[in-house]
C-alpha cells in the first residue's frame, strides 16, 4: 500500500479475494462456447495468452528464487520478509485487467472478422512504435510518477521492494496500471487502425514486456558480457537486472522502461550501472555453514516450496478447496519432479546472525519413504548430498522430517559410520524436540499418557520425564517393556502399564488411530512428539503442533513456513541443526543406539540464541475448563 494511497488505489476485484478470477468466467464460457460453434476461434487465443502470460511469469518466480537462493550472481544481498510477499500477492491482477481489455476489444471492435496469424509489417510496426512513442513516454511518466504527490499516493507502493522480485514488475495500485495499459496499448491500438494486426504481433508483444519485466526484477544478473562487447549499442537497447536494481536503491535515476538509452540522453543514468553489472557477474555460488535437508509431505506440499506460488507458501500447508481444480496440473508436476529430479536442490536461504542456512529439498513425497523400493534411491540422494556439502565445507547438517527414519537410516548414523572421516556434522534433533515437548507439558503436571511408536525422540522424553517424577502411563505391554530397558531403576517406577485414559495431557506421535482418540476425556491435550501432526477429530479437546520454536526477530529473509508450522515458527529438529552451528558445536547428533546429546545443553542454547518456545492453546478459547 502506498503511504497515503490514492484514488483508484485498490482493484475492482479486490473483494472477492483468492477467488478474483470468477470475474473471467463469463470471458472464458463465451470463448468456448464461441470456438464449439465455430463463431469465433479468436476468443479462445484471448485465454490461452492469459494461460500462457500466467505460466511465463511463475517460470519466472521460480527461477529467480532458485538462482537467488545459491547466491550466483546475486545483486542486492539482502532479505524478502513476509510483508513483502504479502504485498505482491495481486501480481496477476493485471494479466486479468489486461485479458478483459483484450477480450472487450475483440469482442466489440474487431467482432467476428478473423485476425490474421502473421503480418510482418504489424510486427516491425509495433517494434517502431515500442522503440519510439512508448519508451520515450514511459519514461517521463515515471518520472512524473516521481513526483512527491504522485509517488505518496502511487508509485511509494511498488518501491516498498527494495529487494526485487519478478512478480515486483507488476505490483501497483490500480489507476497506475490503467496509465500503462495507455502506454503500452500504443502499437496493438495503431496496429489494428492500420489494419496491420495479428495473432503474432499481440503474443509476442505481450511476451516481451512480460519477459522484460521479469528480467529487470529478478534480482541475479545473467546477460553475459560478450554480448555487450559484440554488440556496443545493446547498451542502450535493453536493460540488464542490475541496471534497474539501482532504480530500486538508489530511486532518482534509471527510470527507462526497458530501453535505458532515454537515461543517458537526459542525463539520469546512474553511475554505478556499469559497476554494478560487473560486480554482479562475478558473484559465485554462495557456500553455507549449515543445511537442512527436507522432502515433499502431501502432493500440495509441493506449493508450500518457496520455489512455488509465494502466497501459498506464506501460509502454512493446510487444505485448501481450490487447489483440487489444480490437481490435474499438481500431479504432473510432482510425476516430473520425483521421476527426473535425481538429487537434492536448494530451494530457500536465511541468515542467523553471521551464518548463512540453506533449506535443501529431496524431491520424494512421504509415500516413497514407505515403499522399500524407493529407499535404496533415498539413502543415495541423502549420502551424496551430506558428500557434497562435506567437499564444500559445510559445517553442519540436520536431517528433517524421515530423512532421519530409523528404519530408512538408524537416525543418521548410517552415513557416521561409512564416512568416519567426514567433517561436517549430522544432526538428528532429537535433543532439542524431546526438550520442546518437555518443557510444553505444564508444570503442575503429575501424570501424561504416552501413545505412539517408541522412538528416540519419544525415549527421551520419557526418560526426562519419569526422572523429574512425573508418571508416563502407557496402554501396551510391548510400549512398557521397550520404553522400561532405557530407565534407571528408580525411574522405572514411574512409568507405569495402565488402561486408563483419564490423564488430561497425551504425548502422541505416529500410530495415535482415531478410535483412541475418542476416548481421550474432554479438554485433554494433545502433544505431539513426532514430526508429523495428528489428525485432529476433537473439536473438545486442545491440539498443540509438532515440536517447534519461535525464530527470533534477527533471522532474516524469512518469507515461507515451514509445512503446517505458523510464520517464522521452525520445527524442533530444523532449529536443532541451526543451534549446532551457531554453537560451533563438534560432535555428531545422531544415531540409534548413542545417547541423547545433553538436552538441557541444547535448550539453553536455544533460548539463548533467540529461540522462544510456543505458547500452548488457552483453555479458555475454546470455552472449556478441567481444573487446569
Known sequence: ????????????????????YLVLAPLVIDSIYSYATLRDHDKLLVVALMVWRI?????????????????????VNKSIEFEQVDRERTWDDQIIFNTLAVYLVKAYVIGITPVPFWRLDGVVLTALLHTGPVEFTYYWFHRALHHHYLYSRYHSHHHSSIVTEPITSVVHPFAEHIGYTLILGIPLVTTLLCGTVS?????????????????????????????????????????????HSLHHTQFRTNYSLFMPMYDYIYGTNDKCSDSLYEASLEKEEEKPDAIHLTHLTSLDS??????????????????????????????????????????????????????????HLLPKFSSHYMSRKHKESINKMIEASILEADKKGVKVMSLGLLNQGEELN?????????????????????????????????????????????TKVARAIVISLCQNGIKVMVLSEEEHCMLAGYLGGHCKQNLVLATDYSPMIWLVGDGLSKEEQKM???????????????????????????????????????????????????????????????????????????????????????????FKPLVLPSLETKGLSNGY
Open 1 to 20: 500500500m502506498a503511504s497515503r494511497p490514492g484514488f483508484l488505489t485498490d482493484w475492482p476485484w479486490t473483494p472477492l479475494g483468492s477467488f478474483k
Open 55 to 75: 505460466v511465463h511469469s511463475q517460470a519466472w518466480i521460480s527461477f529467480s528464487r532458485y538462482r537467488t537462493a545459491k547466491g550466483t550472481k546475486r545483486i
Open 199 to 243: 495473432v503474432a504481433s499481440l503474443f509476442l508483444y505481450l511476451t516481451y514486456i512480460d519477459f522484460m519485466n521479469n528480467l529487470g526484477h529478478c534480482n541475479f544478473e545473467f546477460i553475459p558480457k560478450p554480448l555487450f562487447s559484440l554488440f556496443p549499442p545493446l547498451k542502450f537497447l535493453c536493460y540488464t537486472p542490475s541496471f
Open 302 to 359: 509441493i506449493y508450500q516450496l518457496r520455489l512455488g506460488f509465494a502466497s501459498l507458501s506464506s501460509h502454512p500447508l493446510s487444505s485448501r478447496c481450490y487447489l483440487l481444480l489444480m490437481r490435474p496440473f499438481t500431479l504432473i508436476l510432482s510425476f516430473i519432479l520425483t521421476t527426473f529430479s535425481s538429487r537434492t536442490f536448494v530451494f530457500e536461504r536465511n541468515r542467523f546472525g553471521d551464518l548463512t542456512i540453506h533449506s
Open 410 to 454: 538408524g537416525y543418521g548414523e548410517l552415513y557416521v559410520r561409512k564416512h568416519p572421516k567426514l567433517k561436517i556434522r549430522i544432526v538428528d534433533g532429537t535433543s532439542l524436540a524431546a526438550e520442546v515437548v518437555v518443557h510444553s507439558i505444564p508444570v503442575s503436571t503429575r501424570e501424561v499418557l504416552f501413545r505412539g511408536q517408541v
Open 520 to 610: 481421550a476425556t474432554k479438554g485433554t491435550r494433545f502433544l505431539p512428539f513426532s514430526q508429523f501432526p495428528p489428525t485432529q477429530l476433537r473439536k473438545d479437546c486442545f491440539y498443540h503442533t509438532t515440536p517447534a520454536m519461535i525464530i527470533p526477530d534477527s533471522a532474516q529473509n524469512i518469507d515461507s513456513c515451514e509445512n503446517w508450522l505458523g510464520r517464522r515458527v521452525m520445527s524442533a529438529w530444523r532449529v536443532g541443526g541451526i543451534v549446532h552451528a551457531l554453537e560451533g558445536w563438534e560432535e555428531h547428533e545422531c544415531g540409534l543406539d548413542g545417547p541423547v546429546v545433553n538436552p538441557p545443553r541444547v535448550w539453553e542454547a536455544a533460548l539463548r540464541n533467540g
